[in-house]
Each structure stands twice: as C-alpha cells, then as structure tokens.
Nanobody, 112 residues
Framework: QVQLVESGGGLVQPGGSLRLSCAASGINFGLSTMGWYRQAPGKQREWVGW???????TYADSVKGRFTISRDNAKNTVYLQMNSLKPEDTAVYYCNARSMYWGQGTQVTVSS
C-alpha cells in the first residue's frame, strides 16, 4: 500500500530554518506530483506548494521566497526547506502524493 512518512519537524526560533522530508513507498514516485500542506490549530488545511515530475515547483504566496520544495527520485523522497520561519508558520505539515495520498504529518512550531 501507499505510505508517506514525514520527518524533520520540531521547535525552531523565528528566523530559523527546518528541512522536512517525506519518504514515499507503494507509488511510482518519479511519475507523481508531490505536494506539501499544513494545518494550524483551529484552521483548515492549506496548500503550501507542490513539485511536478519534471521538478517544476509552485508555492502559496504566504511561503514564496522562503520555502523550497525539491525531490530526489532515487530516494523516493520529497523535501520542504523552510527558511526565515515565522510564528504563523506553526502547523502540522503534511506530505501529499497525486492529490490522493497523505502522510501522518509532522509538527512544526516556530516560537521564541
């Protein structure tokens, strides 16, 4: 079955950086668009960005210029590099494959 396993979350100070990873199995990763979403407490899940099979990326305005999505098809892994983090980036971050499959999420907390 399809499994998406996120890792790399944690507590970071404002202005800091984190890199999230999402390891995929059970899908043809190289042919899959991969996305990142997040859900803050009391809010709906929102789209962060995605990366298509060719490596092209698109981002939400709220993270553009600060977050970068990349992929390593040899490792079946997609990454979310987050820089210049703000308290409003605090959320559970989810990996998504093909707009169909979800990981369990990883908590990111930005606080001093």
């Amino acid at each position: 079955q399809v499994q998406l396993v996120e890792s790399g979350g944690g507590l970071v100070q404002p202005g800091g950086s984190l890199r999230l990873s999402c390891a995929a199995s059970g899908i043809n990763f190289g042919l899959s668009t991969m996305g990142w979403y997040r859900q803050a407490p009391g809010k709906q899940r929102e789209w962060v960005g995605w990366i298509i099979t060719s490596g092209g990326t698109t981002y939400a305005d709220s993270v553009k210029g600060r977050f970068t999505i990349s992929r390593d098809n040899a490792k079946n892994t997609v990454y979310l590099q987050m820089n210049s983090l703000k308290p409003e980036d605090t959320a559970v971050y989810y990996c998504n494959a093909r707009s169909m499959y979800w990981g369990q999420g990883t908590q990111v907390t930005v606080s001093s």
